[in-house]
């Protein structure tokens, strides 16, 4: 019989270590820059030596971006708009979580967008994917011809820009409310949409 006050431990797969440790590193970069991330807090959160660590991810660096690819793909789940609502609300709303997303995140976002988190062009790649993720909804949702989706690629930069800048003000000193700001980057959207060919 076990004595239920031990945790049974159970050896995990490498796909399911590899998932537990950029777990740990993405909880952890919330509160500190990725590149202040210790791998020795990594591997201590994890129960694992620092040796072990570097079975999964052979180097710091492809343990930060295996972090950062990670924090793409959740920020792309955290912005996307409700499927049910009509298309230009979609797009209302996408840009809405958008602009909350980097808000939270800002330094976070910033490096990213800055590639100061790792010395890495792979860090590019992942914004990009961020970039051409949030610019395939918008096409969706608004039926863009895939001639302008150009068009709403530059505008998600420029809508960065806006949150960026506007996030950078204490709350109470902002120039415009959220709900503003984003009726503007929609609003800058459909003129863009309407003046290019």
């Known amino acids: 019989m076990s004595d ?14 590899r998932r537990q440790l950029v777990g740990i590193g993405l909880a952890m970069i919330v509160e500190k820059p990725i590149q202040d991330l210790s ?15 570097f079975h999964y991810f052979a180097t710091k660096t492809d343990f930060y971006l295996a972090c950062v690819a990670a924090a793409g793909r959740r920020m792309l789940r955290n912005t996307a708009p409700d499927p049910a609502l009509p298309g230009a609300e979609q797009a209302v709303e996408t840009t809405r979580l958008m602009v909350e997303q980097i808000e ?8 990213l967008v800055h590639g100061h988190a ?6 590019g790649e992942v914004m990009d994917s961020v970039r051409d993720g949030s610019t395939d909804r918008v096409v969706a949702a608004l039926d863009v011809p895939a001639r302008q989706r150009d068009v709403v690629r530059a505008w ?7 949150a960026l800048t506007w ?9 415009v409310p959220l709900s ?15 003046i290019s060919p």
Request: charged fraction near 30%; include cysteine.
């Open 156 to 162: 998600w930069a420029y809508t960065e820009d806006r």
């Open 180 to 194: 503003v700001l984003v009726e503007e980057c929609v609003a800058a959207l459909h003129a863009l949409l309407a």
């Open 118 to 123: 790792v010395a890495d062009p792979r860090v």
């Open 4 to 17: 239920p006050e031990v945790p049974v431990r159970r050896r995990l797969t490498a796909d399911d270590r």
């Open 104 to 111: 939270r995140r800002r330094g976070f976002y910033l490096a």
């Open 39 to 53: 791998l020795d807090d990594v591997a201590a959160e994890a129960g694992i030596s620092r040796g072990l660590l």
């Open 167 to 175: 996030s950078a003000v204490p709350t109470g000193e902002r120039p």
